[in-house]
């Protein structure tokens, strides 16, 4: 079972410059919540409570002010500073102490998924035992991404880093699952032309040994690399049409974890005094207002006494 997970929350942000200047992009709002809630919200729904999150060195306060170090919302947050972007497996070298001999998750800080089926393949893949576990999806301009063939039997045929020719429409989503000897593999991986090491490079050391599996988001989930502009306001939007026409809210931290039975009402309020008066607060009232109204309905009782 997968305990623990890391959030690559560090890297310059380029692609989304002037914004990321000042701002860790993590940091900037998909619709009504900061883009770090999304990824952590995965990790919680995989039901993995040890979080690890690096971030560009000089900016952890930044992140203490919204996710406080420590124990919070049912979970233990920690934080790494990294000096520099060196590649995706950089993080199982950052947090080698942290992994220890556990197995391990990677997601990486600007990732966005949504699915209906997403939480239970999320506990399935946290039950990894050995080797390594990836989530594909496919995409209709594979040359900008990682991408995999795969035969009928979802076996990897082949891996490779932005593809000239056509090889695969699969591409490597930003969500890993591995055993604890990604440490070592990170660490015995050479440096590719533009100077870091490779996610792919790793996931073929797996692959070798017959020890890497896949994954689908399936046909009605949705994964998008919220890392450019164009992007960003995508999920952005997707997330605001949605909410809005549901009445429900995706990556609500507190609601995950009230669900994962991680804390109660009385932690519940703290975060609305928490976030003030606005509209996830509002969220957490009404959150709390339906929980009152299945206790009464389930004990038969007009009074709620957890209150």
């Given at each position: 079972?997968?305990?623990?997970?890391?959030?690559?929350?560090?890297?310059?942000?380029?692609?989304?410059?002037?914004?990321?200047?000042?701002?860790?992009?993590?940091?900037?709002?998909?619709?009504?919540?900061?883009?770090?809630?999304?990824?952590?919200?995965?990790?919680?729904?995989?039901?993995?409570?040890?979080?690890?999150?690096?971030?560009?060195?000089?900016?952890?306060?930044?992140?203490?002010?919204?996710?406080?170090?420590?124990?919070?919302?049912?979970?233990?947050?920690?934080?790494?500073?990294?000096?520099y972007?060196?590649g995706?497996?950089?993080?199982?070298?950052?947090?080698?102490?942290?992994?220890?001999?556990?197995?391990?998750?990677?997601?990486?800080?600007?990732?966005?998924?949504?699915?209906?089926?997403?939480?239970?393949?999320?506990?399935?893949?946290?039950?990894?035992?050995?080797?390594?576990?990836?989530?594909?999806?496919?995409?209709?301009?594979?040359?900008?991404?990682?991408?995999?063939?795969?035969n009928?039997?979802n076996k990897?045929?082949?891996?490779?880093?932005?593809?000239?020719?056509?090889?695969?429409?699969?591409?490597?989503?930003?969500?890993?699952?591995?055993?604890?000897?990604?440490?070592?593999?990170?660490?015995?991986?050479?440096?590719?032309?533009?100077?870091?090491?490779?996610?792919?490079?790793?996931?073929k050391?797996?692959?070798?040994?017959?020890?890497?599996?896949?994954?689908?988001?399936?046909?009605?989930?949705?994964?998008l690399?919220?890392?450019?502009?164009?992007?960003?306001?995508?999920?952005?939007?997707?997330?605001?049409?949605?909410?809005?026409?549901?009445?429900?809210?995706?990556?609500?931290?507190?609601e995950?974890?009230?669900?994962?039975?991680?804390?109660?009402?009385?932690?519940i309020?703290?975060?609305?005094k928490?976030y003030?008066?606005?509209?996830?607060?509002?969220?957490?009232?009404?959150?709390i207002?339906?929980?009152?109204?299945?206790?009464?309905?389930?004990s038969?009782?007009?009074?709620?006494?957890?209150?």
């Amino acid at each position: 079972m997968i305990k623990k997970g890391i959030i690559l929350a560090g890297g310059y942000g380029t692609r989304m410059s002037p914004l990321t200047k000042a701002v860790n992009k993590q940091l900037l709002p998909i619709y009504d919540k900061p883009l770090v809630f999304y990824p952590l919200s995965i990790l919680m729904l995989a039901g993995i409570k040890d979080i690890l999150i690096i971030v560009n060195q000089g900016q952890l306060q930044q992140f203490n002010k919204i996710l406080p170090e420590g124990k919070n919302l049912g979970i233990k947050i920690n934080y790494a500073q990294q000096k520099y972007p060196k590649g995706l497996p950089d993080a199982f070298i950052i947090g080698e102490k942290f992994i220890n001999k556990e197995n391990v998750a990677l997601i990486l800080g600007d990732n966005f998924f949504y699915g209906q089926s997403l939480t239970e393949k999320l506990k399935e893949c946290a039950k990894l035992k050995s080797g390594a576990k990836l989530f594909l999806h496919p995409v209709s301009n594979p040359s900008l991404y990682g991408v995999v063939k795969i035969n009928k039997k979802n076996k990897v045929l082949k891996i490779l880093e932005k593809p000239i020719k056509y090889l695969s429409n699969m591409a490597i989503t930003g969500l890993y699952f591995f055993d604890n000897q990604v440490v070592k593999y990170s660490k015995s991986l050479k440096p590719s032309k533009r100077n870091e090491i490779e996610i792919v490079d790793l996931l073929k050391k797996y692959n070798n040994k017959n020890k890497l599996s896949v994954e689908f988001i399936g046909r009605g989930g949705a994964w998008l690399d919220a890392g450019s502009i164009k992007d960003f306001y995508d999920a952005s939007s997707f997330v605001a049409a949605l909410e809005n026409r549901q009445g429900l809210k995706i990556a609500c931290l507190e609601e995950i974890a009230f669900s994962n039975r991680w804390i109660n009402k009385k932690q519940i309020k703290s975060a609305i005094k928490f976030y003030g008066e606005c509209k996830y607060s509002d969220y957490l009232r009404k959150l709390i207002k339906c929980i009152c109204e299945y206790i009464k309905r389930w004990s038969g009782n007009n009074n709620c006494n957890c209150c």
